[in-house]
C-alpha cells in the first residue's frame, strides 16, 4: 500500500556577491525583493500573527547585531502566502512547516533546509478532545470512539495540523478523514494550531489535532487547561519545522552567506531569540530531512 511504505521512509527522516561601491547593481545583484542590503524573513501564521511578530522582534534584532546588516520580518497572512512569497524571492529566510518547506524548495532550486529545532527530526500531532466527551488517553487510535464526534484539523497546510494526522487516519482506518467522519470535517483557517487548542476546550469542536509543542507550551503558560482538552491519541513521529534559505541570499550578501547564517542560528543560546520558534535550541538541517514529508505530501496529493 502506497501510503505504508511513505509511512516507513517517515522514520528514516527522523534541504552573487553585491555589486561593487559605484558599479552598476543588476536586478539579479538587487534580489528579486528590490534590496541589496536587507535580509527578510517570514513565517508560516500558525499561531496569532499579533503573537507572532512579538516574538520575533529578538530574532530580528539578533541577526541585525551578528550580522551587522539590516534585517525586517514580515507577517505573511497564511500559509499559502509565506510559499509565495518565497518562491517570487520577496522573503529570505523562513520559518516553514515540513510540508510547506518541501513545496517551497520544489519550487526554488538550490533552496536549502538550514536549521531545525533539535525535537523537529522527531515530532508528532497530538488528538486533542473536549472533556465533556469523556474520552482519555489511549495508546492506539480511538477510532469508533470519535467516528461520529465534530472535529477539527489546523490550517489545509499544516503538517502536523492536517498533513500527518490525516496520513494516520488514514493508515488506521484505511478511509480519509472526510469519509471516516461522519459529520462534516472543519479547518482552523485562522489561528493555527492554538485555535483548534481553544476551539477544542471551548467545545466549539469535539475533537481536533494540533502539534504536540504548542499544545504543550499553552498548557505550561496557562492559556489551556488540560482536564478541559485532554489528550486522546499521540501520533508516530516524523520529520517537520525547518528554516529555510532561499539562494538570493547568496548572490545578495556573496558566496558563503547562506553556511555563515546557518551557523550563526544554530549557535544561538539566546532563549529570548529562540522563542520565535518555541525552540529550545536549533540544529542543522538539510533538504533531504523531509524526504519522508515529501513522500505522504505526494501520496495524499498535497504538492502544488
Known sequence: MKLRRAISLLGCT????????GEQKTETERGRSGSSSKLVITAIPDEKVSDQEA?????????????????????SKDYTAAETRF??????????GGLSGVRARAGVPGARAIAQGASDPKFKSYFIANAATGLSKSETFPGDAITDLTFTFGSPSSTSG??????????KTGKSAGE?????????????????AEAVQAGTVQVGALNFKTYDSMVADGRLDPAKAPIIWITPEYADYNLTAHPD??????????????????????????KAFNREKLIPAKNEDFAGIEVVAKALDQMR
Open 87 to 96: 518562491k517570487n524571492g520577496e522573503v529570505h529566510l523562513v520559518w516553514f
Open 14 to 21: 527522523v534541504a552573487g556577491l553585491v555589486a561593487g561601491c
Open 180 to 196: 471516516f467522519f461522519s459529520k462534516p470535517v472543519q479547518f482552523q483557517k485562522q489561528g493555527g494550531h492554538v485555535a483548534t
Open 162 to 171: 492536517r498533513l500527518m494526522p490525516e496520513f494516520f487516519i488514514r493508515e
Open 249 to 274: 541570499l547568496e548572490r545578495i550578501f556573496g558566496k558563503g552567506f547562506i553556511d555563515k547564517l546557518q551557523q550563526i542560528l544554530v549557535d544561538c543560546r539566546d532563549a529570548e531569540v529562540l
Open 55 to 75: 516574538k520575533f522582534q529578538a530574532l530580528q534584532d539578533y541577526l541585525a547585531k551578528t550580522l551587522d546588516l539590516k534585517v525586517e520580518f514580515s507577517i
